[in-house]
C-alpha cells in the first residue's frame, strides 16, 4: 500500500519549497499524478473536520514562529551594523582631527610673502609652502617653529634636542620664496582671493595655482642625488656629475650607500661624498638638504619622494628611463639644467601626496598601529593572488560612495591620474588639480565610471566583514600589505607636496609628457582634398 506525506513550507525558506508527494511504490512515482490526487483526497476524508484544523493551527504557529525568528534576526543585524559604523565614524573622526592637527596654525608668518599668506582658496597649499619656507628661513615664530620641530613625522631627532626648540642646522638650508602668478614672475601678479564676498556678492577672482616660481633668497648647498640602481649609464652620470656638483658648484653632495660604494669603486677620491648608514638617518637627512636630483625614470623620482616623509625639498628630475612623465630634464645638459636651477628663479610643478593609513580591525582599540605612508602616484587596494572578486566599501568623509566589486580599486593623485589610473580608465588630470581619483579596476558593474573628489576629502575604503577574501594595498606600486575583513585604508591629501623643478614650465611639461609619453591624440591629419561644407 502507498503512503503518503504532505509537507508544507512557510514562505522564509525553511524547509522543502514544494508540497509533495512520495510514493513508496517505485513503480508509481509521480508520474501518475490522477492517482495520486484521489489518495490524498481519500486522506483528507480519513481526517476529522477537528484533526485538520488542529494540524493547521499547528503549522500556522509555527510559521508565525519563523516570522518572529526573522524579524528578531534583522533586529540584531541591525544592532550590529548600527555599532559598527559608529565605531568607523570613531575611527575616521579620529583620523580627521588628526589630520587637521598636522596642518599648521594660519597665523600670518614671516618669510612668506602677504599674497600667499592671505590665499585661502590655495590654503593649504600655501600651508605647505609655508612649511618648507619657515624652515628653510629659521626666522619665522618659535611657536611655529617648535610645531615644525617637534613633529613626529619630521623624527629629526637633532632639531628636537636643541634647547630652543629648533635646530641651528636649519640655518644652513638655502632659503627660498615660492610665487603664485598667472603669468609667472614676469607678470607679478600675484592672486590674494580665489573667491571674494563684497558688498554681499560672491565672485571670483583670477586663479592663483597656475604657475609657482621657486625663488631662492640663499644660495643653495647641499644636494641629495637619488640614482636608479643597475644602469651602467646613470652610474658614468653620476660619477660626472658629484664631481662637477663638488669641484664647478661647491656644494655638498649626498649619495646613497649604495652609489657612495659605486663612486669609491672609481677613484678613493669621491671620499668627500655624504652618505648615510640606515634608514633611520635619512629621515634626518631633509633639514640638511637644499635639493633633490633623481638619475632615472618615473621610479626614481617616486622612490626620491617615498625617502621623504614630511616636507620634501626640491626635485631636479633627470630623465634616464623610457618614459619619463615626471623627467623632463635631459641628462646630456645636466649642467646647463642645474647652473639654471641653481641660480633660479624656477617654475616648479607642486604635486600632491596622499597619505594612507590603515586600521586593523583586531586593533580596533589600539588606535595607533601603523604609520601613515605617504604616495606620489596612487595607493592600490586589489584581489592580490585571489581569485575572488575584491568587495571594497568606500565612504568619502561619512558619506557612503559604492561597494567596489571588482578586481579593485585604485586611489590616485593627479600626478599619478597618467600612471596606472589612466590604464584603468581613470581621466588624465594636470598635476596641479587639487583632487583625489577613484578609479575602479575592471568593476564587474556595467555603469561603474572613475570619481575625482575634491582635495579636502578623506576616503576609506573597508573590506566588508562578510568578505570572501581579503584585499592587498600597495603604495606607489611598492610594499604590499594585507587587508583582512573588516580592515580599512583611510586616505586623505598629504600636508607635503613634493615640488619639482619644470624644464619649461608646469602646463607645458605636462603636455610635453602626454604628446611625447603617450602619443596623445596621435592622428593622421584629414587632407584638404575632399568634400567640404559650403
Ligand atoms: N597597468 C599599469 O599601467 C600599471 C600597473 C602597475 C603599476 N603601475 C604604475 O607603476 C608605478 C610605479 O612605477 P615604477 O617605475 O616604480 O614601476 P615600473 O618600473 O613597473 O614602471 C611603471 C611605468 O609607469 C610609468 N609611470 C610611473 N609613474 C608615472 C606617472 N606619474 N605618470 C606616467 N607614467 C608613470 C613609469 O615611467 C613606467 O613606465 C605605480 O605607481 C603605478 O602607477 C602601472
Ligand atoms: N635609488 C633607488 N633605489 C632603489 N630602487 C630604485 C631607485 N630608483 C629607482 N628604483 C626602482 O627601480 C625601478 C626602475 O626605476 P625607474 O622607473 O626610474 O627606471 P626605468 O624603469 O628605467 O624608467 P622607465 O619606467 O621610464 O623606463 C623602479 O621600480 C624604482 O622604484
Redesign the pocket.
Known sequence: MSTYKLNYTDSFGNGDANTSLRSSNPENGFSDLSQSEKAVQELLTQQTPMQATDDHLIEFSEALRTVAKALRGSAEGKALAQAEAAEWKRRYELERSKNQDLLLPKAPLNGVCADESNSKGMDHLAKSARLHVQENNGKTGRSSLERICSHDVLQDGEANNSPNGCNNKLKRKASFKLSWGCKGQANDQHKKEIVSFESGNITTADRSSKQISLTWETNPQTVIIFTKPNSTSVRLLSVEMVRWLRDHKGLNVYVEPRVKAELLSESSSFDFVQTWEDDKEISLLHPKVDLVITLG???????AASMFKGPVPPIVPFSM??????TPFHSEQYRDCLEAVLRGPISITLRHRLQCHIIRDKARHDYETEENTL????V?IDRGISSYLTNLECYCDNSFVTCVQGDGLIL?TT??????????GGSMVHPQVPGILFTPICPHSLSFRPLILPDHVTVRVQVPFNSRSSAWVSF???GRKQLEAGDALVCSIAPWPVSTACQVESTHDFLR?IHD?LHWNLRKTQSSDGPRDT
Open positions: 625614470g618615473d621610479g626614481t623620482v617616486l622612490w628611463g623610457s618614459l619619463g612623465f615626471m604616495v606620489l602616484n596612487e592600490t590616485s600626478s599619478g591620474s597618467t600612471a596606472y589610473s589612466l590604464a584603468a606607489d606600486g611598492k609628457s609619453g
